[in-house]
């Protein structure tokens, strides 16, 4: 539809409203009807908002609202459907678009829209429209709340809400055209606000405790007024002009006469004395054209000044998202009359409206009652008021609302948070921008009132600054402000007005921080840093002490010598007072209960040291210390047993702990290598201004001066000052001049030394000689410094382009890694080629164990390997657990022919895992065989189950429990690796409790002490709860973590239980999460199959602990003994069983015992742990269980990295 002929129903509605003769408006009889139709046709209008643009066309406002409104204004159902109306028609063309569009043609519409509201702003402006208004206002607000309805309220908020949708259109340059001191159309509105008196309302919903609801509103109508006004020039206002203005005004018109004299000078060189038709050619030395001849030039000699090699050339095109952002704010003085009603305006709002408004507005926004971005017009206020007040006649009480820590706290966060989502919300970076804009003018206007109050006469007024400079130079959050901010400023979204306000807070931020240095002798700050918490790979503590653990060659080289010596010892079976030793650490953080692992390591560390007796010393006292379980031998051990326990913890490849942390340099270079858990670390330090000025000596700091010296000559003084007082701390007293030492510093350098007014710009002309002396300086002495022009340099850089090429290394030796000496090359040479053909290990790693020189790093050796030519790259050094990515067509292959090879094996993912080159995660793995096609399923990669012998393997033809609970560890092995890894940060702190609860009881032994405790209704409530989550996942389709809450007491009771506890983590059942959870939990990870096989083994327990007795009765006692392979489990058993079965002491017992063990299942990390190649190979006795315990652990945090 063609928006410039109006719909037939909408033209009958706006004929039916009324008409004008003369001055008078007649109303139609259904005059209220037409104007509730329109309100409904806007309603339902477009997303072109036609129904809006024709009655913008219609000026349907213009000609029959305003009139109605004005003349018809005891009508109230009319008045206020015509108030709602307008209210619609007025606001703002951003609201109506939700943003300025980019597609031309709707680009139009919201111009067009703009275009009717500009004609509506014009309107107006007329002393009787407010007037209406007001009077109507006022008769609402005299009423008490107690007799205002909510029409009334309603009709408040309407009337406030026109006056700001009014106040908001914004100015028409093109058509006003006005100058400083004309009267535009804001100017009109406002005098006609003036006038009507709305100004005294307003004042008055600001200053009243019991109109509180209206302050946002009232705020940002007051922010509208005083919009492109400068609160300096508003306080001057009607007062004359000062000396330092005229100063001022002198200044700027001597350098328009110089330059005016230059540009005339320049022209009559140009004319030459005689005309000629030929004004010659000119052949220039050394400037080259096209060729490779002397440039030709056809013009006179007094042109050559000005030429350029790009003279002729089209200007190259910078790309929109590359331009400089543009100017959005402008100010002008207004009409005389209007500044000094504003003037008088600030003053009573200071005096009777500042402090109660702007807590209100306060409380609304920390209590989150206003809209979204309210804060800005807070923030807007704050800086207007504040710096009014200052210029006006300063008195800090007006301000006291603002003038404090809370309101630094508030802004300061205000800024980061717009600069943070400036960085993250790159399509609206320009509104962030605005808004950070804003935020940092608070700041800047907060900064000089405090800096102003230590100049007033009071002596309380100087105290209240010095203790909130105090608390703002102590945190470290508003000293590292104005860093970040020049650091991530972007000219593409922060305009250059942005970046005057910046330099200037800067400056003045510097200048009180430091003079109040000087005024303190020393200033203690709070520091904040970020402490790494690193969890190192595990360090072989043995190769520190000398202790290296050899090949399984040696250490049977070893042990006929420890065995003679044992053979002294272990005959006698108790050792004297004197040689026995304490096995744990009683003073370590590590409970005792867990020092189990250190006390086998300290008897390995014996035996590698010769020192055999000691070694059995150690085995006896821990025996002792933790006899449960047998990890260390039976109480009844024989000296065999004994000596050959001792054989097999020489020989077992046990875990050892990290030894201290590397100071230094080393610690640096490990970075890369440390898993890193940051923690913000509080602490205090004396503060240093020199050390601080120092952050500020950044080729990005620098930059962006210098942009902003780009524009010295529209700048002002004091913003020159600014720039050139932070350049010459860097260049003067930091000694770091060299920073300037850039191409584009010295061009803008030349523009100004030949500026013809450099006369008023005398500081900048000074500093300017100053840095080109000393790059001369320089140049005589280091003739690269011509190359170093080109770049923009950091510190580093210019202490090297001083102080020689080099003198960085050589100052920083003493931090450096020692050099390596011809041995220890040698060496270093002989271990890389005896250890890098080793399968399976790490070939840095043994190097490091085995390197007896002064302690490396892990970079070190890789580093010194390429530098004696043994590898190619750092690369060939990479870690096992590394993240690899992307696939190379050439991985693609050979995990290709790798699952063609081992496809009909039992175990198919598994081979692919221990043959690949690349290695990669299980789910790395298994996706990528999903993506090549390879498999259809996840299940086709699950371990097959291994066929099980014959029932009869047992006495009276009875089949091992433990068969049954392999088949379904190994069916839990299997699981896909991706449901781990998800919940695999949040449950790695139970699942190592888990793997180290389970060394000591088994599943079915657990459920038989717990139920002969008493604990049997616990049990079928926890089978109960475990079969309806189970049922639960099978008809939702999707799991998540459910809590087990006891209900009755004695399910608490047993919750709280520790061998109850220990079932559950059996079971698989997580702990409550420190600080967060209060209830066990059944993990998301835990398909319906696992639950029911979990329920099912607890229904077991009762069946089997009812049929064991009196198969107990019938077989002979130590007719089957158990293997050897299973003798540790067999051993723990007993010891459980002599604890809970005290009454049963009879030999026949204890072998019936035995072999009960046997039929009970093994622990399931330890199944997990045991691979089928290891099972043969597997020690016999309990020391090498534990470190294979730990080493699961272990290996399970590489996989996960």
Known sequence: MDLYMMNCELLATCSALGYLEGDTYHKEPDCLESVKDLIRYLRHEDETRDVRQQLGAAQILQSDLLPILTQHRQDKPLFDAVVRLMVNLTQPALLCFGSVPKEP?????????????????????????????????????????????????????????????????????????????????????????????????????????????????????????????????????????????????????????????????????????????????YIVQGLKSIGERDLVFHKGLHSFQNYTSDLGKQPRRVPKRRQAAQELSSQRRSALNVRLFLRDFCSEFLENCYNRLMGSVKDHLLREKAQQHDETYYMWALAFFMAFNRAASFRPGLVSETLSVRTFHFIEQNLTNYYEMMLTDRKEAASWARRMHLALKAYQELLATVNEMDMFPDEAVRESSRIIKNNIFYMMEYRELFLALFRKFDERCQPRSYLRDLVETTHLFLKMLERFCRSRGNLVVQNKRKKRKKKKKVLD????????????????AMWPALAEQLQCCVQSPELSADSMVVPFDAASEVPVEEQRAEAMVRIQDCLLAGQAPQALSLLRSAREVWPEGDVFGSPDVSPEEETQLLKEILCAPLPRQQGPEEQGAEEEEEEEEEEELQEVQVSEKEFNFVDYLKRFACSTVVRAYVQLLRSYQHNSAHTNHCATKMLHRLAHDLKMEALLFQLSVFCLFNRLLSDPAAGAYKELVTFAKYILGKFFALAAVNQKAFVELLFWKNTAVVREMT?????????????????????????????????????????????????????????????????????????DF??????????????????????????????????????????????????????????????????????????????????????????????????????SEGDEETEEGWEVEQVQGSSAFTTESLGQGLRQEGFSAPILWLQNCLIRVAEDREEDG????????????????????????????????????????????????????????AAASLSQLEERGEKLQPEQDSEVPGEQ?????????????????????????????????????????????????????????????????????????????DESD
Not at 134 to 156: H, M
Not at 244 to 256: G, P
Not at 937 to 951: Q, V
């Open 105 to 281: 043609s709707f680009r139009h519409h919201f111009l067009q829209v703009l275009t009717y509201l500009q004609a509506y702003k014009e309107a107006f402006a007329s002393d009787k429209t407010f007037g209406v208004l007001s009077e109507t206002l006022y008769e609402l607000l005299q009423l008490g709340w107690e007799e205002r309805q909510e029409e009334d309220n309603l009709l408040i908020e309407r009337i406030l809400l026109l006056v700001r949708n009014i106040l908001h259109v914004p100015a028409d340059l093109e058509q006003e055209k006005s100058i400083d001191n004309d009267a535009s159309v804001h100017d009109q509105l406002l005098w006609a606000i003036h006038l009507s008196g709305l100004d005294d309302l307003l004042l008055f919903l600001a200053s009243s405790p019991a109109e509180q609801q209206w302050s946002l509103h009232v705020l940002e109508i007051i922010s509208l007024m005083f919009r492109d006004q400068n609160p300096e020039q508003l306080a001057r206002a009607g007062q004359g002009r000062l000396a330092q203005e005229r100063s001022t005004d002198v200044a700027e018109l001597e350098v328009l006469r110089q330059r005016e004299m230059a540009e005339k000078k320049t022209r009559a060189l140009q004319r030459g004395s005689r005309h000629s038709r030929f004004g010659g050619s």
């Open 803 to 875: 102080e020689g090429y080099g003198s960085l290394d050589a100052g920083s030796s003493s931090r450096r890694a020692p050099a390596w000496s011809p041995e220890e090359e040698t060496q270093l040479r002989e271990l890389y080629l005896a250890h890098k053909d080793v399968e399976g290990e790490d070939v840095v790693e043994a190097i490091l164990a085995r390197l007896k020189t002064v302690p490396r790093t892990r970079k070190q050796v890789i580093h010194h390997l390429v530098q004696l030519g043994l590898a190619d790259s750092v690369k």
């Open 541 to 556: 503590q043995a190769a520190a002490s000398g202790n290296v653990p050899g090949s399984p060659g040696e250490l049977e």
């Open 878 to 979: 990479q870690r096992k657990g590394t993240n690899i990515v992307l696939w190379t067509e050439d991985q693609e292959l050979e995990l290709q022919r790798l699952f063609e090879e081992f496809q009909d094996s039992d175990d198919v993912l598994g081979h692919i895992m221990k043959n690949i080159t690349a290695k990669r995660s299980r789910a790395r793995v298994v996706d990528k065989l999903l993506a090549l096609g390879l498999v259809t399923e996840r299940r086709e990669l699950y371990k097959k189950r291994r066929k099980k012998p014959a029932p009869s393997s047992l006495p009276n033809g009875k089949e091992s429990l433990k068969d049954f609970s392999q088949e379904d560890l190994e069916e839990e092995e299997n699981l896909p690796e991706e449901e």
């Open 1038 to 1093: 999707c799991s998540q973590a459910v809590p087990l809450v006891p209900l009755t007491e004695e399910n608490e009771e047993a919750m709280e239980n520790e061998q109850f506890q220990q079932l559950l983590r059996k079971l698989g059942v997580r702990p409550p999460a420190s600080g967060q959870e209060t209830f066990w939990r059944i993990p998301a990870k835990l398909s319906p199959t696992q639950l029911r096989r």
């Open 1121 to 1197: 003994g158990p293997s050897e392979e299973h003798r540790a489990e067999a051993l723990q058993a007993l010891v459980l069983a002599r604890k809970k079965k005290a009454s049963l002491a009879t030999p026949e017992e204890e072998g019936t015992a035995d072999e009960q063990e046997q039929l009970t299942a093994a622990p399931k990390k330890r199944q997990l742990l045991d691979s089928d190649e290891e099972q043969e190979e597997a020690p016999e006795l309990g020391a090498p269980r534990t470190q294979k315990k730990k080493r699961f652990q272990i290996e399970d945090e």
